[in-house]
């Protein structure tokens, strides 16, 4: 197995948790001691479904740049029980949607989200049926004290962890998507053989584009002119009156 499974497991390990945790709402709800428990039992459900979609949002990240057919890739997000986890060819994709070097790490989140699921589904007295598993020999009010008890201890803890990995998984593939996203960009240039512009050169070609038919104008106004002064300047040259007065010294420094 590649390990990428075990995202499937942990998929179908919240609405498991969610839907065992039920029947101690309707098992408890006429007990003497139901109101103290109940603000930390619906914290549980609540957080639970919170981080369920937190998870599923994290599923999409990683599903989204690896090419495989659309329903596959929701059947992967959306179904829990999908046996598509355990496909190898989908299996071979996934290894290379992750690098190598950050592989062990994020297996080892998706382990630890599933041993915490599996340890706050083993706090609930429920059975493999769904039923509610208390002693005979107990109240119902003393099995919720027993339970309030062992919640306010380790409760908490447990629900910090998941929403810790979610958001741990969150951060990592935001930036790795983002990374390899500004990667494809990078790979998309010119010809090897093109010269290398830099980031102002369209502007360059544009204001170009638009100065050349003033530099144009202007350069003819500027030809025309030097053209009608070399007229004036010859005509003025060959009026003998106008001509300056050359001596002998002058030209020849005596």
Do not use: C
């Amino acid at each position: 197995m590649s390990g990428f499974e075990i995202a499937g497991i942990v998929l179908g390990g919240f609405p498991i948790l969610i839907e065992a945790a039920q029947p101690l709402s309707r098992y408890f709800q006429g007990a003497e001691r139901w109101w103290h428990f109940k603000r930390d039992f619906i914290t549980l459900i609540s957080t639970i479904e919170d981080e369920s979609i937190a998870y599923s949002q994290n599923l999409e990240l990683l599903l989204t740049p690896v090419d495989i057919d659309p329903e596959v890739k929701a059947s992967l997000q959306e179904d829990s029980g999908s046996r598509l986890w355990y496909d190898p060819e989908i299996q071979a994709k996934l290894r290379g949607r992750i690098k190598i070097q950050y592989m062990s790490w994020f297996l080892r989140q998706l382990i630890e989200m599933r041993e915490t699921l599996s340890e706050i589904l083993g706090m609930l007295p429920i059975k493999k049926n769904g039923e509610v598993d208390f002693p005979r020999t107990t109240t119902v009010d003393y099995e919720l004290l027993r339970l309030k008890q062992s919640f306010s201890t380790r409760r908490q803890h447990l629900l910090d962890k998941i929403v810790r990995i979610n958001e741990s998984l969150y951060k990592f593939l935001a930036k790795d998507s983002h990374i390899n996203a500004e990667a494809a960009r990078s790979s998309e240039v010119a010809p090897s053989d093109a010269p290398a512009f830099g980031p102002n050169h369209k502007s360059f070609i544009y204001i170009n584009k638009k100065i050349s038919p003033i530099h144009s104008s202007l350069l003819k106004r500027f030809l025309s002119s030097v053209e009608t002064f070399s007229e004036m300047d010859t005509r003025y040259m060959l009026i003998p009156e106008k001509q300056p007065h050359l001596s002998g010294s002058t030209v020849f420094g005596n």
